[in-house]
Every structure is written in structure tokens, then in C-alpha cells.
């Protein structure tokens, strides 16, 4: 055995941006949970930031991440298409 693994390594990611959206619409397509697929979106912010968005979902009794996926929801609608 050579020492390499057939698989992909944790987190590796295609080539390409193309191959990147192709291998995400695979995962759904094999998800059997339909409409409860998720993709996971990372992004830096200040602490301070990260505080402010705890305090105020803590205050509407709803997760960090419920809050920002309505919030995300809102200002992206599926409806939008190709009006900028």
C-alpha cells in the first residue's frame, strides 16, 4: 500500500468553484431528509460583534444561529431571482 487513502480528507474541497457547487447539490440530492439539509457558512467577526448578536438572541429566546438564518431568510428571499 502506497499510504494513500482512496477518500478525501476532512474538510477537502474540489478543484474548482463549478466542482464545489456540484459536489454540494450532490449531498442534497442524497439527503433523505428533503428540506432539512443544511450547509454549514463560516465567517469572521470582532468578538464585540459576536457578543452584541449572543445578548440579543438570548433576549428573543432564540439560538445565535436560528436568529442569523431568519435574518439571512429576510434579506435573501428565494423569490429574489435576477433583480439585484
Partial sequence: MNGR???RGFAAR???AEDW??????????????PGF???????????????????AFQRGQTVAD???DLLA????ESQ????
Fill in 21 to 34: 457547487i456540484k459536489e454540494s447539490e450532490k449531498a442534497r440530492d442524497r439527503s433523505s431528509e428533503g
Fill in 38 to 56: 443544511t450547509a454549514r457558512l463560516t465567517i469572521d467577526i470582532t468578538p464585540e460583534l459576536r457578543g452584541r448578536i449572543k445578548i440579543v
Fill in 67 to 69: 436568529m442569523l438564518r
Fill in 81 to 84: 431571482g435576477d433583480t439585484p
Fill in 74 to 77: 429576510r434579506e435573501f428571499p
Fill in 5 to 7: 487513502s482512496s477518500k
Fill in 14 to 16: 474540489p478543484g474548482s
